[in-house]
């Protein structure tokens, strides 16, 4: 018998860097290391591997399932670092100890984290970066923006955005809200996706306040400066503090804007994808045709908590391999980056939700003539809108969005509970409607007998965490389709489904146990996309909810 050997290829999410691949690589990192080592930030190189302890208290940021764990030849776990911040501030706190302040430090190394599968993400990041550990306040803020200013604008030119947010705004309403930890997650979730109409519902939950009035206008404030008059109106009469970390933040954006950079900032009182991990002013940085983020830092100042010392930091740090991604396309001139930036790309589910779109566009005055005669083509363009039509299947309108070769898309939320992924998800268009349910043979007990049960469904990840909330263990089989076959050849107990007019179910005997939760057609938004081009965005996001509703 010959053993499969992986001797020819390399682990997914890792690849091999090649000539050209190399030289892009180095000539993004020496910019950046001239820049840094022009501000006197010093360079420090921590282990590959550590002690898993090191990362565990910060658990939340990095969860256990993300890193990269092996044992070492006394049994105690070890993890490749997911994140250089952290073993730096370990750095500080241990053979930095007690070293005047602050402290320049700067890093150029990979980190290394486990993302879901077949997504396209990368599992080793070459990341640089600063930390300024030991000074709070305006001044230090500054000093590290306006490396990231310098960093951005010398790797990629004038199209750069830099993106202003302070955390401790959402932290600050949140410990005001009376909510258990399990609604206060539900919360940062939907603040984080913008996810606007699940949000305000969460919050009518509560009983009316200016903490939840505020809470639901936070994920609307961002844009440029003008954001700041409605930030304070909203705020008014509110706790103090809000107020000053509002005023600080503006303060913040005009000194920046001062050194000529108005075009380049933008601000998002929404910005909290971190929360966690930063304290108060936090930052992105955005360039175009890369649908994530390149850059992102912030204030930490609890972070060194954790090793012993008690001091202020900031810092951020920079993907590499994206800036050099992009170094090469430009340096190519490949036409791909002009060309999605000229318009606006909306990917929208086959089948149901297709033509009901269709409709909705109609109704929205777009000629879809298009759409409706599309024939075989997949890529469809808007006559006299400036915008494109991408047809694809549910699961990979949330692969083109989250990567951003597409702004927009229109899919179920059933998809995106099962897929997941990192995005906006701005409107709940209404139609598509249907809901999950757990559905058995009629007159099936699913809750008796001490045997384990099996379930069949096109959708096991919604199936796991619904078994999970009641602590039941069940086997899992995925069907691709006619999901109602499965328990009807007795090969399972029951199934997780859709159910819409209920007649599938019907027609073959089958009955709902339980209901597990609604769906809809959803809008959701490439992140950078968002930011880019927000006024396109906002006024499509306008047009489409006047029609829904
Ligand atoms: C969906 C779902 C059910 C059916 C429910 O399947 O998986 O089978 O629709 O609709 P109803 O309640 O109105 O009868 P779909 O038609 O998408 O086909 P598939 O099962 O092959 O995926």
Same mark, same amino acid.
């Given at each position: 018998?010959?053993?499969?050997?992986?001797?020819?290829?390399?682990?997914?999410?890792?690849?091999?860097?090649?000539?050209?691949?190399?030289?892009?690589?180095? #000539?993004?990192?020496? +910019?950046?290391?001239?820049?840094?080592?022009?501000?006197?930030?010093?360079?420090?190189?921590?282990?590959?591997?550590?002690?898993?302890?090191?990362?565990?208290?910060?658990?939340?940021?990095?969860?256990?399932?993300?890193?990269?764990?092996?044992?070492?030849?006394?049994?105690?776990?070890?993890?490749?670092?997911?994140?250089?911040?952290?073993?730096?501030?370990?750095?500080?706190?241990?053979?930095?100890?007690?070293?005047?302040?602050?402290?320049?430090?700067?890093?150029?190394?990979?980190? !290394?984290?486990?993302?879901?599968?077949?997504?396209?993400?990368?599992?080793?990041?070459?990341?640089?970066?600063?930390?300024?550990?030991?000074?709070?306040?305006?001044?230090?803020?500054?000093?590290?923006?306006?490396?990231?200013?310098?960093?951005?604008?010398?790797?990629?030119?004038?199209?750069?955005?830099?993106?202003?947010?302070?955390?401790?705004?959402?932290?600050? *309403?949140? #410990?005001?809200?009376?909510?258990?930890?399990?609604?206060? &997650?539900?919360?940062?979730?939907?603040?984080?996706?913008?996810?606007?109409?699940?949000?305000?519902?969460?919050?009518?939950?509560?009983?009316?306040?200016?903490?939840?009035?505020?809470?639901?206008?936070?994920?609307?404030?961002?844009?440029?400066?003008?954001?700041?008059?409605? @930030?304070? @109106?909203?705020?008014?009469? !509110?706790? %103090?503090?809000?107020?000053?970390?509002?005023?600080?933040?503006?303060?913040?954006?005009?000194?920046?804007?001062?050194?000529?950079?108005?075009?380049?900032?933008?601000?998002?009182?929404?910005?909290?994808?971190?929360?966690? !991990?930063? =304290?108060?002013?936090?930052?992105?940085?955005?360039?175009?045709?890369?649908?994530?983020?390149?850059?992102? $830092?912030?204030?930490?100042?609890?972070? *060194?908590?954790?090793?012993?010392?008690?001091?202020?930091?900031?810092?951020?740090?920079? &993907?590499?391999?994206?800036?050099?991604?992009?170094?090469?396309? +430009?340096?190519?001139?490949?036409?791909?980056?002009?060309?999605?930036?000229?318009?606006?790309?909306?990917? *929208? /589910?086959?089948?149901?939700?297709?033509?009901? /779109?269709?409709?909705?566009?109609?109704?929205?005055?777009?000629?879809?003539?298009?759409?409706?005669?599309?024939?075989?083509?997949?890529?469809?363009?808007?006559? $006299?809108?400036?915008?494109?039509?991408?047809?694809?299947?549910?699961?990979?309108?949330?692969?083109?969005?989250?990567?951003?070769?597409?702004?927009?898309?229109?899919?179920?939320?059933? /998809?995106?509970?099962?897929?997941?992924? =990192?995005?906006?998800?701005?409107?709940?268009? $209404?139609?598509?409607?249907?809901?999950?349910?757990?559905?058995?043979?009629?007159?099936?007990?699913?809750?008796?007998?001490?045997?384990?049960?099996?379930?069949?469904?096109?959708?096991?990840?919604?199936?796991?965490?619904?078994?999970?909330?009641?602590?039941?263990?069940?086997?899992?089989?995925?069907?691709?389709?006619?999901?109602? *076959?499965?328990?009807?050849?007795?090969?399972?107990?029951?199934?997780?489904?859709?159910?819409?007019? $209920? /007649? =599938?179910?019907?027609? &073959?005997?089958?009955?709902?146990?339980?209901?597990? +939760?609604?769906?809809?057609? %959803?809008?959701?938004?490439?992140?950078?996309?968002?930011?880019?081009?927000?006024?396109?965005?906002?006024?499509?996001?306008?047009?489409?909810?006047?029609?829904?509703?």
């Amino acid at each position: 018998m010959t053993i499969k050997r992986y001797d020819r290829i390399t682990p997914e999410g890792t690849k091999d860097l090649l000539f050209g691949e190399c030289a892009a690589r180095r #000539e993004i990192t020496e +910019r950046i290391r001239t820049i840094f080592e022009e501000e006197s930030y010093h360079e420090v190189i921590t282990p590959g591997f550590e002690f898993y302890d090191v990362f565990s208290a910060s658990e939340m940021y990095f969860p256990q399932e993300s890193m990269y764990k092996a044992v070492d030849s006394r049994g105690r776990i070890m993890a490749a670092r997911p994140d250089s911040t952290i073993p730096i501030a370990r750095i500080k706190a241990t053979r930095l100890k007690g070293c005047p302040l602050p402290v320049r430090l700067y890093y150029a190394q990979c980190v !290394y984290r486990q993302n879901p599968v077949l997504r396209g993400h990368s599992n080793e990041m070459m990341q640089m970066g600063v930390e300024l550990i030991g000074e709070s306040g305006f001044r230090a803020d500054m000093e590290a923006l306006t490396l990231g200013v310098k960093v951005l604008s010398a790797c990629q030119g004038e199209g750069y955005r830099l993106e202003l947010g302070h955390v401790g705004i959402f932290n600050l *309403l949140m #410990e005001r809200l009376d909510a258990d930890e399990d609604k206060k &997650n539900q919360i940062h979730e939907m603040m984080i996706s913008k996810n606007y109409a699940g949000l305000s519902e969460k919050l009518d939950c509560f009983p009316e306040s200016q903490t939840v009035e505020i809470l639901k206008g936070l994920p609307r404030l961002f844009g440029g400066e003008e954001v700041f008059a409605q @930030a304070r @109106a909203l705020f008014d009469g !509110y706790d %103090r503090r809000l107020v000053e970390m509002c005023a600080y933040l503006e303060e913040i954006f005009r000194a920046l804007r001062d050194t000529g950079l108005s075009e380049h900032l933008i601000v998002d009182f929404g910005l909290v994808n971190q929360a966690d !991990y930063y =304290t108060s002013l936090a930052f992105q940085g955005y360039i175009p045709a890369i649908g994530e983020p390149v850059l992102s $830092g912030g204030r930490y100042d609890n972070l *060194l908590k954790n090793f012993g010392e008690d001091l202020p930091a900031t810092g951020f740090g920079v &993907n590499v391999d994206l800036l050099s991604a992009d170094w090469m396309r +430009r340096k190519e001139e490949k036409p791909r980056a002009e060309q999605k930036n000229s318009c606006l790309r909306i990917a *929208l /589910t086959k089948g149901r939700l297709e033509t009901k /779109t269709t409709e909705l566009f109609e109704k929205m005055g777009f000629d879809c003539t298009n759409l409706r005669e599309k024939g075989r083509k997949l890529l469809l363009p808007i006559p $006299g809108q400036n915008i494109e039509v991408v047809l694809a299947k549910a699961a990979d309108v949330i692969t083109y969005v989250e990567h951003g070769v597409c702004d927009m898309g229109i899919v179920g939320l059933d /998809t995106i509970m099962e897929y997941g992924g =990192t995005f906006y998800e701005v409107l709940d268009l $209404g139609f598509g409607r249907c809901r999950f349910a757990l559905a058995a043979p009629k007159g099936a007990d699913m809750y008796s007998g001490y045997a384990e049960k099996r379930i069949a469904s096109k959708y096991p990840k919604v199936t796991r965490a619904f078994f999970e909330e009641k602590q039941m263990d069940v086997q899992i089989i995925k069907i691709e389709g006619s999901v109602e *076959l499965a328990p009807l050849l007795s090969l399972v107990d029951g199934i997780v489904d859709l159910v819409e007019t $209920g /007649t =599938t179910l019907k027609e &073959n005997g089958l009955e709902v146990l339980e209901e597990i +939760r609604s769906v809809s057609a %959803r809008l959701i938004v490439n992140e950078a996309s968002m930011k880019m081009k927000k006024k396109e965005i906002d006024s499509l996001i306008e047009a489409m909810q006047k029609e829904v509703e």
